[in-house]
């Protein structure tokens, strides 16, 4: 459906040339000299990546209707991930390309959000804290500070995160999945 791009504000999706946007800012200005026009900061849903755009106010741009959906994650084969849906039960094949950063939180049975827009799955959302298990990680030294009290631990689905001295192989963490930080135990 398309309206008028004065129509939408900050946090709608619209599809501009078969590419999938949510409106992160949007303002009217008015400059002294000139016309009236719209500046937009839009964020690329299947790359995360943040693009400014002007439009003139008579312009109009596709809405783009998402859904979102819980999917939990299955198995892996090679570089193809399987995932279900809840409600349907639904087997949904992703590639290793597809998933990207994603693919580090994997670990079987996690539960993901998927945004979906005309039935393809254009990303996956991980939950906010995801509770992982330290894998190796070299023995805390007592009174090392010479890297501010942390070390590099590998987890269960080979992310390196940097932990806490008093962290050891067998533990399991809880890590922030925004900023892949190591937040406390689990």
């Known amino acids: 459906m398309q309206v008028g791009i004065n129509q939408v504000k900050s946090g709608s ?9 949510t409106i992160v800012d949007w303002k ?3 400059p ?5 026009f719209i500046r937009t900061k839009l ?9 400014d755009r002007t439009f003139r106010p008579s312009e109009k741009v596709e809405l783009a ?8 994650y299955l198995y ?6 399987e995932f ?4 349907t039960y639904d087997q949904i094949s992703l590639h290793r390309d597809e998933l990207g950063g994603m693919v580090e939180y994997l670990k079987e049975n996690l539960e993901v959000t998927a945004i979906i827009y005309k039935k393809q799955v254009l990303a996956l959302e991980p939950p906010l804290f995801i509770d992982m298990k330290i894998v190796s990680t070299e023995p805390g030294i007592r009174g090392d500070t010479s890297r501010s009290g942390t070390k590099p631990a590998r987890t269960e689905t080979g992310m390196t995160v940097l932990v806490p001295l008093f ?3 067998g533990d399991v963490i809880r890590i922030d999945t925004r900023t892949n930080e190591y937040v406390g135990r689990a």
């Open 32 to 36: 002294g000299k000139g016309g009236a």
């Open 65 to 72: 209707y998402i859904d979102k959906k819980t999917i939990q």
């Open 43 to 51: 964020k690329n849903i299947k790359l995360g990546t943040v693009i």
């Open 84 to 87: 279900m849906d809840h409600e």
């Open 76 to 81: 892996s084969s090679k570089d193809m991930y």
């Open 167 to 169: 962290v050891n192989e």
């Open 13 to 21: 999706t619209i599809e501009i040339d078969n590419t999938v946007y």
């Open 28 to 30: 009217h200005v008015k």
